[in-house]
């Protein structure tokens, strides 16, 4: 058996998985996830992870910076030294997948693997991708096969967190349950439903005017973003997945060992 590790690097935090070459998309041995300052936490769970199976390839996609990648640079040297490692980076074209951004090294790596793994749960398909965590993106992939772009806006936290330092009476809420209705009756619910409706209003907005078919949520928030999101008046098919990321760089390597 051939093992590979999968990465995703995040702004807040570091979520990984041990995948066999062999198994079906998505299929874990094993996986975890810290955050940035729990490297000590990270090597533990590795060591536990790559007992009976190191890892034969490492494909990491790195949003949190320099600093990150070289925490992680030093565990993989230490844990995994037989390993291939690969920062994964956005490129014109890759597991199927054509980058229609300008110019397509800048597109964020996080957004390429999560349009890569949107395609490949759900091929020749019109999708709306929507990763929402410490930033929410909302990108567009064609039946065809390209990357069409997207917008990015501010998470939920970030969201919350932007109301309570910049004004007087406004208090810091954290996300919970989803107001029952958008005309809050308390200030902490009509902060929450303003939110959630800003987030959901972006990504019901975007799937529109993609004609998206189907529309894949991920992320930290997304449990908290998808009840308020209605299909467009044509219909269509919200899905909640978890790791999109990673399921992106599954995809990268199962597309390029021939497995799919």
């Known amino acids: ?3 590979w590790l999968l990465v995703d690097a995040g702004n807040t935090r570091i979520k990984w998985a041990l995948a066999d070459a062999g198994a079906p998309l998505a299929s874990w041995l094993a996986e975890g996830a810290v955050l940035h300052a729990g490297a000590g936490e990270l090597a533990a769970q590795w060591r536990a992870a790559f007992g009976a199976l190191a890892p ?3 494909l990491v ?3 949190a910076g320099a600093a990150v990648r070289e925490a992680l640079a030093g565990l993989l040297a230490g844990l995994a030294p037989q390993a291939t490692v690969e920062w994964f980076a956005s490129t014109p074209r890759r597991a199927g997948l054509a980058n229609g951004y300008r110019n397509p090294t800048q597109l964020g790596c996080d957004r390429f693997a999560a349009a890569i793994g949107a395609r490949a749960l759900a091929p020749g398909r019109q999708l709306i991708v929507a990763n929402c965590g410490t930033a929410t993106t909302v990108d567009g992939v064609s ?3 390209v990357f069409v772009g997207g917008m990015i806006l501010p998470g939920l936290g970030l969201m919350a967190s932007a109301l309570a330092r910049n004004t007087a009476q406004l208090p810091q809420v954290a996300p919970g349950a989803v107001p029952s209705s958008p005309f809050a009756d308390n200030t902490d619910d009509a902060i929450l439903a303003g939110i959630l409706s800003a987030q ?7 799937w529109r005017r993609h004609g998206a078919v189907e529309c894949i949520i991920s992320g930290g928030a997304a449990a908290y973003i998808a009840p308020m999101l209605a299909p467009p008046p044509g ?3 919200l899905r909640h997945v978890d790791n999109i990321v990673m399921i992106g760089l599954h995809a990268v390597l199962r597309a390029e060992d021939g497995m799919c």
């Open 61 to 63: 996609a790195n949003v």
């Open 143 to 145: 039946a065809a096969g």
């Open 1 to 3: 058996m051939t093992a």
């Open 200 to 206: 959901a209003g972006a990504i019901e907005r975007a």
């Open 235 to 237: 219909g269509g098919a």
């Open 56 to 58: 034969a390839r490492v």
